[in-house]
């Protein structure tokens, strides 16, 4: 069965502190790995969309990377508009249905 | 460019009453899903359509649970009677062939 799993469940950060969420997933025949983020009382807003192995996307502070078991979300020199929740999810060869993991909920702090 | 939009925003009913949720999918899509949102599950498909026609509906908990799309631009997720247990967030998102998918600002649903 696909799984994905992301963490850390919960992140803070201060301001221009860098780091890395992580996606973690299994499934048989990746499609594509995609990150979106999701405000509160707002859906997901797509971010990025990845198809192979050493694939990279960038969009302003943010990187997307991808590996054959995980997916890295790097986020550099963040400022408090980042904050939000981070989803993964995944499309397998043979489906239409993305599988997302919970998310990862950042918040940087001035 | 006018996103997917869903209607209502917040709906708080009494056990037992009918629901409808409403998504107009972006103009030019022609795959809708609906998804619902929890603590403890996080997203979960409940249904998906292509070109109308429903496509899969195996994530739909129960009986209770319908959903329609009777033309290109609109779309219901029905439940009827509802329950306690039905609360969460509902998200209608749209797609066009293998491009991401795109979604609403969902509906909170709250049934007491």
């Known amino acids: 069965e696909d799984q994905v799993t992301q963490s850390p469940e919960a992140l803070r950060l201060q301001e221009g502190e860098s780091s890395s969420l992580n996606c973690s997933y299994t499934v048989s025949g990746l499609r594509g790995l995609f990150w979106y983020r999701q405000d509160p009382g707002k859906g997901p807003e797509f971010l990025f969309t990845?198809?192979?192995a050493g694939e990279e996307k960038e969009k302003e502070r943010l990187k997307a990377t991808l590996t054959k078991k995980e997916s890295f979300l790097h986020i550099t020199a963040p400022k408090p508009e980042d904050s939000a929740t981070y989803l993964c999810?995944?499309?397998?060869?043979?489906?239409?249905?993305?599988?997302f993991g919970k998310g990862t909920s950042l918040l940087v702090t001035p | 460019d006018a996103g997917v939009i869903q209607s209502p925003r917040h709906e708080v009913t009494e056990m037992g009453q009918e629901v409808t949720l409403r998504c107009k999918p972006i103009?030019?899509?022609?795959?809708l899903f609906w998804y619902r949102q929890t603590m403890m599950r996080g997203l979960e498909l409940l249904i998906y359509f292509n070109n109308n026609v429903p496509i899969d509906d195996s994530g739909m908990p129960e009986d209770r649970f319908s959903a329609k799309m009777p033309n290109a631009s609109f779309s219901t997720l029905k439940i009827q009677p509802s329950e306690p247990r039905d609360s969460a967030v509902y998200f209608c998102?749209?797609?066009?062939?293998?491009?991401?998918?795109?979604f609403g600002d969902g509906t909170r649903l709250s049934i007491l």
């Open positions: 998102a749209s797609s066009s062939s293998d491009q991401p998918q795109h």
């Open positions: 103009s030019g899509h022609n795959s």
């Open positions: 990845l198809y192979s």
């Open positions: 999810a995944v499309l397998q060869n043979s489906g239409y249905a993305l599988n």
